[in-house]
């Protein structure tokens, strides 16, 4: 059932059969249930050429998908697209073809110096200034991850002596309105990194009904007054130790 308001995004609609359906593109079922989705291509194009991971499927359209699977465990890594739309509606597609345990990772800018480059970021939920979200869950200002997945990946972590803190992040579609009074104020709200695709992973997660975590590492530093890279997307060895990490997780989901 619809509800009706001023403005259209806020018309959620509860009922769970669309026009379109993902299960009307998922033209096969994976064998496992298990999917790593990263945003470090260099780390995809090591695993490949080490021989640590294959090509399973394609699927094609004007940009196509390409999920790999490691050798040597039953789990499916695939580069994620930027963006709520992209990244999350490609989980909802993947989720109709059996995939229901997920582990994200991928970097952000951070809203507090003293978050340093390659400091993990267990989310914990995000602020929903976005507009993929809102059609998969009620209008909110906050969504949050499952707690009982969240305790798995923090006991794990606490468990393996691994740094992290924990907390929100702001998923924004815009990146050129990162205004300085919208991240003072995402800031005072808990938030400890932007990026572009939490709240709607989680949404499809929720809507869905699958185990879904996230790990983000602490990018480039957008809290002072002048922009700064912090050479963040140079860190090949957090990045590939990252996705190392979430093999582990996704096991225990």
Request: proline share 3%.
């Amino acid at each position: 059932m619809i509800v009706e308001s001023k403005y259209p995004i806020f018309e959620f609609d509860d009922n769970k059969d669309a026009k379109i359906n993902p299960t009307s593109f998922a033209d096969k079922l994976f064998d496992t249930d298990k999917l790593i989705i990263t945003f470090f291509p260099e780390v995809m194009d090591k695993l490949v050429n080490e021989g640590k991971i294959t090509l399973e499927e394609t699927i094609g359209g004007e940009n196509p998908v390409f999920l790999y699977r490691f050798l040597d465990a039953d789990i499916l890594i695939t580069l994620g697209q930027v963006g709520c739309p992209a990244c999350a509606g490609n989980l909802d597609l993947f989720h109709a073809m059996g995939i229901t345990r997920v582990m994200f990772c991928g970097g952000g800018g951070v809203l507090d110096k003293n978050i340093e480059v390659g400091q993990i970021l267990v989310v914990e939920g995000a602020i929903r200034d976005e507009g993929f979200s809102y059609h998969y869950i009620a209008p909110s200002r906050y969504i949050y991850t499952n707690p009982g997945t969240t305790a798995k990946i923090t006991q794990y972590l606490e468990k393996n002596s691994i740094s992290y803190i924990r907390g929100l992040t702001w998923t924004t579609d815009a990146i050129f309105r990162e205004t300085p009074d919208k991240i003072s104020r995402r800031k005072e709200e808990g938030a400890k990194i932007v990026e572009m695709e939490q709240a709607g992973c989680i949404a499809v997660s929720q809507f869905r009904g699958f185990e879904y975590g996230a790990l983000i590492y602490g990018g480039d530093d957008v809290s002072q007054d002048e922009w700064s890279n912090r050479g963040w997307r140079s860190r090949e060895g957090i990045r590939y130790d990252l996705v190392a990490l979430c093999k582990k997780l996704v096991e225990i989901l």
